[in-house]
Each structure stands twice: as structure tokens, then as C-alpha cells.
């Protein structure tokens, strides 16, 4: 009976030891060189299976219904968003590998075509949450910043990379709309869904809108100066310094900072504001970003603000308070600013909890959906399209 | 006939609680289960983590349970095995080094 307690003894001495000799070292099973994620020029290995991927789904159209059927089961808007981030990653692709630009092109055309086409056949609804239609639209007739800002960018990255007559004109129309709105707007703050504004759906909005001064040569400077002037004093939030998500048409903050929104937020900031995108960066990488042995992941709130998990936080792993949506979304700020430590944990993470399925040189995520790879992909990829617009180079 | 080939092996014969080999048992059955699991495509289902359904045709509760089988499976291989593994080993160098101390001093007690 001794000798069999002193057994037991041994075997839990031996797990316990054996645990803290396994814990820490887990992260390098799955930790890969940055380079494997993201490369300063070219594609990497995982932008490339990654959009081997996308663009298989844009090819097959049995498979893409069944991706789009699972996503819209829980959120018309990933549909749409999913649309916008692979178009964006193209425009970049198309930059970092000229050589299949043609192809990128092309299923930049599809997806856009198909988004205006469903835009105009099913209304605007179509893309939206359903309680887009609990109330009425303050400001008629009725618009979604959501949906002007990211079709605008959608139409730019296109015809930044390569001019096309027919996009000219649906791009004008368009910025032309939101600007005339933003400038009637008391606040100049527009609406996403009823009485509901994003500051996500601003930044996108801007960055079209500086982007059809490039194609165009058009000036909103002093606009898009204003609004981040009025948005520095209006809409941050004041014990973590970070911009609030969303807000009434009066400027009244009705979620607080949030991880699944502040990240996109700081690298659309860029091609506006540099200094004001990485001050968001850093305060968001120190308030919400977290590394625990080795592995990276993002909380949805800072310490300061309490929420509820919501569609965009996706569900909050207790004890970390690991959000999925803020941990997807921080491959775009650290990617943006080149935070290298924070991305290559991130990416670890990413390999150990996602679930990679990689079938004949093409990549998923299984934990991730469509609109999650494709954000993947664009974390992955950015870089040059904003460049160029900065550095003023033609298309 | 096959029944006594597998009792020959060790690896399989009843073990005692937390040895070595009973550790080394553990460890290949949790392995044996998320192969399983893996095999029959129940990775797919892990889309709840992020709110999206795993199939449309098995519905939101099925989806969430073989997620939460699929990911338990999982981590139990990716975290647990190797810790069981690792556990057997240090248990089987810690009785070899006890077997060794004791050999030496029965030794020893013999030449005196």
C-alpha cells in the first residue's frame, strides 16, 4: 500500500514537472518565421494559399453559395465585409505580384460587379444586420455609411491599380454622396444603421474619400482634417485615450473602444493621419493586446470598459478574455505598424487555435469563416496600395 | 489467438495507476480519439468559435456539440500527450536512477 502511494506520488510529481516543462515550450511547435506570414515585398507562403483559397471561391460558385449560406446564418454583413477585405488584399497582391495582376483584376471586377448588382436588385438590406430595420433612417433618403464607404474603397483600390472608365464615374457619385452628407450633417457623423454610426465605417469612408483625390485629383483635405479634429475631441474615449466604436448622430459614444474595431481603425488612420494611427496603435497594442507564453491574442475591451460579448467580439475565452474578433483584427494593426513580435505570436496563435485546413496548396482557417481569412489575407498583404497613394505614384 | 497477441504487447497490458506505462497508455488513447475525431471531418465544425454555424444541414446545436468534442480532443493531444509523454519519461530515467542507487548499495553492502 506504501509503495503504491509512493507510485502515485511519483506520477503527479512527474506530470507536474513534465507540464512545466511542455507549457512554455508549446508556442514553438507553432511559432513560424514572420517572413512565413508576411514578406515586405512579394507574397508570403500563407498570402498565397490563403488567396488560393478566395479565389477558388470566386471561381466555383457552388462552393462560394455554401460559405456565404453559413455566414449570413449568422450576419448579412460578413457577406459583404468578406467582399470588401479580398478586394482590398487584391489591390495589394496586384502590387506585390504584378505578375498575376490579371487574375487579380478579374475577380476584382466579379466581386465588385456582383456587389453593385446585388446592392441595386435587393436594396441595401441585403448586406445589413436585421435590425436595420427596426427603425427609420434620421436622415433620408435612407443610406449606410457601411455599405458607401467600403463600395467607394472597393471601386479606388481597383482603379488605383489599373484605370477603369465605367468604375470613374460610380466612384464620384459615390464619394460625391457622402461628402455633400458629411458636410450637411450637423456633427458630420453618418448614419450605418438607424441613429447608429461607426467609426470603423468613418475611417473607410475617409480613406475612399483620399483616395478619389488621388485618382482624381480632387481636394477634401480640409474635410478630412476636420473630422479628425472633431473626432480627436469628440470621440475618444477618455481614461484609455482610444476612439470609441460607435455613436448617435449627436456624437453620443454608444459602445465604448473596442478591440474588433479599433485595429482597422489605426490602419485606416494611416493613409490620414500617420501620427494619430500609430498614437490609436500603441494605445490599442497596450490596453488590448497581450502575449502569454508566446502565444498573441487581443481583448475586445480595455480594463477601463465593460461590455457585453457581441457578433463582433465573437465569444470571450474567460480567465484571458481572449476575443476572437479583436485577435483577427489585430493582424491588421500589427501588420500596419510592423509590431513583428506581436504578429509573429499572433500568428502562432493563429496556428494552434484556428485550426489550419490546407487542401492542394489551398489554406483555411476552420475557426475562422470567409470574412475571417479574407481579413487574414489582408493583414497578410497590405502595404503598397497605401504607399502608393501616399507617395502620390500614378496608377 | 489475436487477443494474445495483443497482451503480449506491454504497451497494452493493464498498467498501474500513474506508472510510466499507464501514462503511455493514456497518451495513445487520447491520440486514438482525435485521430478519430480528425478523420471524421469534425474540424470543420470549429467555425462556432467565430459564430458562424458548421453546416448549415446539422444546425447550430449539433455544430457547437462535435465542436466542443473536436476541440477537447484536441487540446487534450496538442497539451496533454505530450505532457503524459514527457511524465513517462521522467518517471522511467527516475527509476532506472533508483534501480541503479539500489543495485550499487546492495552491492556495496555485499563487499563489506
Known amino acids: 500500500m506504501k509503495s503504491r502511494m509512493a507510485g502515485i506520488l511519483a506520477g503527479l510529481a512527474a506530470l507536474v514537472v513534465a507540464a512545466a516543462i511542455w507549457l512554455p515550450c508549446l508556442h514553438l511547435v507553432f511559432t513560424r518565421p514572420l517572413s512565413d506570414f508576411r514578406q515586405n515585398q512579394g507574397l508570403s507562403p500563407k ?22 449560406k453559413k455566414m449570413r446564418a449568422s450576419n448579412a454583413e460578413w457577406d459583404f465585409m468578406g467582399r470588401s477585405y479580398l478586394v482590398w488584399s487584391l489591390a495589394n497582391m496586384a502590387l506585390r505580384d504584378p505578375a498575376s495582376k490579371p487574375l487579380y483584376l478579374r475577380t476584382m471586377d466579379q466581386i465588385i460587379d456582383e456587389t453593385l448588382r446585388l446592392e441595386k436588385q435587393e436594396g441595401m438590406y441585403f448586406f445589413l444586420m436585421s435590425y436595420a430595420k427596426d427603425r427609420h433612417y434620421l436622415a433620408q433618403p435612407a443610406h449606410s455609411l457601411f455599405l458607401d464607404g467600403e463600395i467607394a474603397l472597393m471601386l479606388a483600390s481597383r482603379r488605383a491599380i489599373e484605370g477603369k472608365p465605367e468604375y470613374k464615374p460610380l466612384l464620384t457619385e459615390r464619394v460625391n454622396a457622402i461628402v455633400e452628407r458629411l458636410q450637411k450633417s450637423p456633427r458630420m457623423l453618418l448614419e450605418s444603421y438607424p441613429d447608429e454610426c461607426w467609426m470603423f465605417d468613418h475611417c473607410v469612408a475617409l480613406d475612399a474619400i483620399k483616395m478619389a483625390d488621388y485618382l482624381d485629383g480632387s481636394d477634401h483635405s480640409a474635410l478630412i482634417r476636420g473630422w479628425i479634429a472633431m473626432a480627436k475631441q469628440k470621440l475618444v474615449h477618455h481614461d484609455s485615450g482610444l476612439l470609441v466604436s460607435s455613436f448617435t448622430t449627436d456624437g453620443t459614444p454608444l459602445a465604448g473602444p473596442e478591440g474588433s474595431s479599433i485595429w482597422m481603425v489605426a490602419h485606416s488612420l494611416q493613409l490620414l493621419d500617420e501620427d494619430f494611427a500609430r498614437d490609436q496603435y500603441q494605445r ?16 475586445e475591451w480595455p480594463e477601463s470598459w465593460k461590455g457585453e460579448a457581441n457578433i463582433d467580439s465573437g465569444p470571450i475565452i474567460p480567465g484571458f478574455e481572449i476575443s476572437a474578433g479583436s485577435s483577427g483584427m489585430a493582424f491588421i494593426g500589427a501588420s500596419t505598424f510592423n509590431d513583428d513580435k506581436f504578429l509573429t505570436s499572433l500568428a502562432a496563435t493563429l496556428d494552434f487555435a484556428g485550426f489550419p485546413s490546407r487542401t492542394r496548396g489551398r489554406l483555411k482557417y476552420c475557426a475562422s469563416n470567409q470574412v475571417g481569412d479574407a481579413a487574414l489575407l489582408y493583414a497578410a498583404t497590405l502595404g503598397p496600395l497605401w504607399q502608393k497613394v501616399k507617395t502620390g505614384a500614378k496608377p | 489467438m489475436i487477443n494474445l497477441f495483443w497482451q503480449k504487447l506491454a504497451i497494452f497490458r493493464r498498467a498501474e495507476f500513474l506508472s510510466a506505462r499507464d501514462l503511455l497508455q493514456r497518451a495513445l488513447g487520447i491520440s486514438g480519439l482525435f485521430l478519430l475525431a480528425h478523420l ?12 458562424t454555424i458548421g453546416s448549415v444541414a446539422a444546425g447550430w446545436k449539433l455544430s457547437g456539440f462535435l465542436a466542443l468534442i473536436y476541440i477537447l480532443l484536441y487540446l487534450a493531444f496538442v497539451i496533454l500527450v505530450p505532457v503524459l509523454v514527457l511524465a513517462a519519461m521522467i518517471l522511467a530515467v527516475w527509476r532506472r536512477c533508483v534501480q541503479k542507487a539500489e543495485n550499487s548499495r546492495i552491492t556495496s553492502d555485499a563487499n563489506s
Open chain 2, 40 to 51: 471524421a471531418g469534425l474540424r470543420e465544425f470549429t467555425s462556432v468559435l467565430n459564430g
Open chain 1, 47 to 68: 498570402a498565397r494559399q490563403l488567396a488560393a483559397r478566395h479565389l477558388q471561391l470566386w471561381t466555383e460558385p457552388a462552393r462560394r453559395e455554401q460559405e456565404l
Open chain 1, 284 to 299: 490599442a497594442r497596450k490596453e488590448l493586446g497581450a502575449i502569454t507564453l508566446g502565444f498573441g491574442y487581443a481583448h
